[in-house]
């Protein structure tokens, strides 16, 4: 006998590992009631994933239910916001509960290291398609924005980039590597973090803050709109991981690093007086540009200036 509705959401969904004092009344009415802490601003966010475009058809379950949190979560990081609570809209072609409990465990485990509860959602047949609306608090006018970087700030970016893009391209088959250093970078396309940490650590100082999804030109690129700005970044300064280093040459590990996205750090910019609250911080932030009033995104390496395609590409090393 296939679940009902009901069942698959009593025995997936309703029962789970966060419950906080602020949800006044959880899964099982026709509402959620929520109650929002004083003095702070209610953050939202929601991302869908579709078969096919966003992960690859047969793609394992708890890594979806994980990246699915985990891209919502790594939003309200832009943002500087302590995630709180979150919907969930299923469409499921089947209730196949193998599939289910992986999922419902990729996304709850996440959930629950940010003490996030999932609050309500909709559960339809059709084809693929999941989505989740993730909230969060930033204290009143508190919050990260696109549009606060000012001329003369530093250029910063959390973690290293471009090890999710040598993962996807380690998955399609396109790049072969040692077991060990696949299965680190198939670790950061499959299971991102999201810098919530650090997010919440930047928001007293930093001035404008992005997560990486597309890649750092394009993202960066946000910024630089939203604030009507331009920046120079010196792409040697640009952090890589030591299994990208060993894998790929410099100059092909920066292309993923700048164009590849999925590796949701955050880039965010710093009034240059500020610079020494970076030292102070408890993971690795690292200077890579300089914002500047003249628009658009400049690139540098070794002084020498790369240009960019439409699509973000850089062409260097001889290409
Ligand atoms: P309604 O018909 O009133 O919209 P539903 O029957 O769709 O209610 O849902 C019943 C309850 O289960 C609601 O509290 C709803 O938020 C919750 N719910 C439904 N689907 C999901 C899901 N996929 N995840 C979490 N909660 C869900
Ligand atoms: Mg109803």
Redesign the pocket.
């Known amino acids: 006998m296939p679940l009902s509705?009901?069942q698959l959401?009593d025995r997936f969904?309703?029962r789970q590992p966060v419950g906080r004092p602020d949800v006044i009344l959880?899964?099982?009415?026709?509402?959620?009631l929520l109650r929002l802490p004083e003095g702070m601003d209610l953050a939202v966010t929601m991302d869908t994933m579709v078969e096919g475009r966003h992960f690859p058809a047969g793609s394992s379950a708890r890594a979806i239910g994980h990246k699915l949190m985990a891209v919502n979560l790594s939003d309200l990081a832009a943002m500087g916001a302590e995630p709180a609570w979150a919907?969930?809209?299923?469409s499921l072609p089947s209730a196949d509960e193998a599939w289910l409990a992986e999922f419902a465990a990729g996304l709850f485990g996440l959930a629950k290291r940010h003490g996030v509860q999932?609050?309500?959602?909709?559960?339809v047949r059709g084809p693929l398609v999941l989505t989740l609306q993730a909230h969060g608090f930033t204290p009143r006018g508190g919050a990260l924005r696109r549009d606060a970087a000012r001329p003369g700030d530093l250029v910063c970016v959390t973690g290293t980039l471009g090890d999710a893009g040598a993962g996807l391209r380690i998955a399609l088959g396109q790049l072969a590597a040692p077991a060990e250093t696949a299965r680190l970078l198939r670790e950061r396309l499959d299971f991102p973090e999201p810098r919530i940490a650090e997010g919440l650590a930047l928001r007293p100082f930093a001035g404008a803050a992005i997560d990486i999804s597309d890649g750092l030109v394009a993202d960066l690129g946000h910024i630089l709109e939203k604030s009507g700005v331009g920046a120079t970044v010196e792409i040697e300064k640009i952090p890589l991981s030591e299994p990208l280093r060993g894998l790929l040459p410099e100059a092909e590990a920066l292309r993923l690093a700048l164009a590849a996205g999925d590796d949701y750090e955050l880039c965010f910019t710093l009034p240059p007086e500020r610079r020494d609250r970076l030292e102070a911080l408890p993971f690795r932030a690292t200077v890579i540009g300089t914002i500047e009033a003249a628009e658009g995104l400049r690139l540098v390496a070794a002084g020498r200036p790369l240009s960019l395609d439409r699509r973000g590409f850089d062409h260097f090393a001889g290409e």
């Open positions: 509705e009901f959401i969904f309703a959880p899964i099982g009415d026709d509402c959620a919907t969930l809209s299923l999932l609050v309500g959602g909709d559960t």
